[in-house]
């Protein structure tokens, strides 16, 4: 797929016939699933998407919980090849090696939809039900993030059309960027991570792995 082709029409999808997850499938059909699968993993020392997580891959299982929440799903790779076998639009970054950042871009610039829910493919413990909670709280800001003190949670985060010109400003300077770099040109909604006990135990959905550490760790963690 080239870059600025869109990925699947502007607005909810005319029919919602597909099965309801928390009620709101025609609000998810106005957002579009990213998963990130361009880092090198070098922490990982091997590709960590395509590790077994129980009897699935994580990226598998990180896809699937995606295709819960929201019906289109793309993933950003530069390496298509790796995961055609999931039958899905894969999109290339157009600022490669810099990081998450650049998948958010490459996805803001692909997709026709008004906001993206974005995670990295590290997260094997993510929640429909909490992405669906974020994206419903996108109209009027250009960012929903979850945020406990400091520290926030830019990869499981929704993002809308607004972002793409302060993140390409910041990409086209040059220098590999953190996510939340563009945050203040945008508006921010935080979502504090002490008020989502409704949901799923909030320590694990935040869960990611980057060592062969964190993955036997996490595993402990499958039931
Ligand atoms: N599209 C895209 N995704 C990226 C890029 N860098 C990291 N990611 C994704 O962002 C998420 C978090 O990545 P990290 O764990 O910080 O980085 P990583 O490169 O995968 O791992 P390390 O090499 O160990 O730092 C993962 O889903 C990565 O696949 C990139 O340059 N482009």
């Given at each position: 797929?080239?870059?600025?082709?869109?990925?699947?029409?502007?607005?909810?999808?005319?029919?919602?016939?597909?099965?309801?997850?928390?009620?709101?499938?025609?609000?998810?059909?106005?957002?579009?699933?990213?998963?990130?699968?361009?880092?090198?993993?070098?922490?990982?020392?091997?590709?960590?998407?395509?590790?077994?997580?129980?009897?699935?891959?994580?990226?598998?299982?990180?896809?699937?919980?995606?295709?819960?929440?929201?019906?289109?799903?793309?993933?950003?790779?530069?390496?298509?090849?790796?995961?055609?076998?999931?039958?899905?639009?894969?999109?290339?970054?157009?600022?490669?090696?810099?990081?998450?950042?650049?998948?958010?871009?490459?996805?803001?610039?692909?997709?026709?939809?008004?906001?993206?829910?974005?995670?990295?493919?590290?997260?094997?413990?993510?929640?429909?039900?909490?992405?669906?909670?974020?994206?419903?709280?996108?109209?009027?800001?250009?960012?929903?993030?979850?945020?406990?003190?400091?520290?926030?949670?830019?990869?499981?985060?929704?993002?809308?059309?607004?972002?793409?010109?302060?993140?390409?400003?910041?990409?086209?300077?040059?220098?590999?960027?953190?996510v939340?770099?563009?945050?203040?040109?945008?508006?921010?909604?935080?979502i504090?991570?002490?008020?989502?006990?409704?949901?799923?135990?909030?320590?694990?959905?935040?869960?990611?792995?980057?060592?062969?550490?964190d993955l036997?760790?996490?595993?402990?963690?499958?039931?």
């Amino acid at each position: 797929m080239k870059h600025g082709e869109g990925v699947g029409p502007a607005g909810p999808p005319s029919e919602c016939n597909i099965p309801a997850v928390g009620g709101d499938r025609c609000f998810a059909g106005t957002v579009t699933g990213v998963v990130l699968v361009g880092g090198g993993s070098n922490r990982m020392g091997a590709n960590k998407a395509l590790l077994p997580f129980g009897r699935e891959r994580l990226l598998d299982r990180v896809v699937a919980r995606v295709r819960e929440a929201f019906p289109r799903v793309i993933l950003v790779s530069n390496d298509s090849a790796s995961y055609n076998y999931l039958g899905l639009p894969v999109i290339r970054d157009i600022y490669p090696g810099r990081g998450p950042l650049s998948g958010i871009h490459a996805a803001l610039s692909a997709v026709a939809t008004p906001y993206i829910f974005v995670v990295a493919c590290d997260m094997p413990f993510i929640d429909p039900k909490l992405a669906l909670y974020l994206a419903r709280q996108a109209p009027g800001y250009d960012v929903v993030v979850v945020r406990d003190g400091p520290y926030l949670e830019p990869l499981f985060a929704v993002y809308g059309r607004g972002c793409l010109e302060p993140v390409e400003s910041i990409l086209r300077r040059g220098l590999r960027a953190r996510v939340v770099d563009f945050f203040p040109a945008v508006r921010v909604k935080y979502i504090e991570r002490g008020e989502l006990s409704d949901f799923a135990d909030v320590d694990k959905v935040f869960m990611n792995i980057n060592t062969p550490r964190d993955l036997e760790r996490a595993l402990q963690f499958l039931e």
